[in-house]
């Protein structure tokens, strides 16, 4: 997973210190590791995938794009940064009112897979977020047009066209694929 690093090996309080900057980073084994330059279709998915849920999950949650999260990682300290994530209110109170990387694991993160990228970094990443606590993790797939839900570490369910997903840890969610790349004007 980790490409390339910033070469310098940081502390988490050091990482999180880092000024903010055109290029998204992401703390993996103490390195700030650059995260993959979205192109269009990656922005695109992400923005409308970030909508819908948004509209979904208002009242409910928090609903993050390229928001650092908290976590261990093989008893290391990891600060991943999902393209979206969704935190409820009850894991992060509504009155949690922080300028800061997310404190808790969320119920939901996304990655969107860029060229570069391969499903075997994303099995091995779901792996490393169920072990941190995360619920659900999607990958969505623009060269597939497809969403691949982890349920757990070990099992998952590949989504495509029209077959809608639901999961009852996110009660009145109901989205298909076909919507989501319609919505994002790539069908």
């Known amino acids: 997973m980790v490409k390339a690093s910033t070469g310098n090996k940081l502390t988490l309080e050091e990482f999180l210190a880092l000024p903010e900057g055109d290029v998204n980073y992401e703390f993996v084994d103490g390195y700030a590791v650059p ?10 998915l992400q923005l409308t995938l ?3 849920l948004r509209t979904w999950f208002k009242g409910k949650g928090r ?3 390229e928001w ?6 093989k008893g290391k300290d990891w600060a991943p940064v999902p393209d979206l994530s969704f935190i409820s209110y009850k894991r992060l109170p509504k ?24 499903m ?3 099995e091995d990443k779901a792996k490393d977020y169920f072990a941190a606590g995360v619920s659900r993790f999607w990958v969505v797939n623009p060269e597939l047009i497809s969403i691949r839900v982890f349920l757990s570490a070990d099992v998952s369910q590949v989504y495509t066209d029209s077959m809608p997903i639901v999961d009852i840890l996110l009660p009145g969610l109901e989205l298909t694929v076909r919507q989501i790349f319609e919505e994002a004007e790539l069908l």
């Open 35 to 44: 995260k993959v330059s979205p192109k269009f279709f990656h922005s695109t």
């Open 68 to 73: 650092a999260i908290l976590l261990k990682r």
């Open 95 to 118: 009155s949690w009112q922080r300028n800061e990387a997310c404190p808790v694991p969320p119920e939901l993160v996304i990655e969107i897979i860029s060229p570069d990228q391969t």
């Open 120 to 122: 075997k970094e994303f």
């Open 50 to 52: 970030g909508l819908l």
């Open 63 to 65: 609903v993050g794009s």
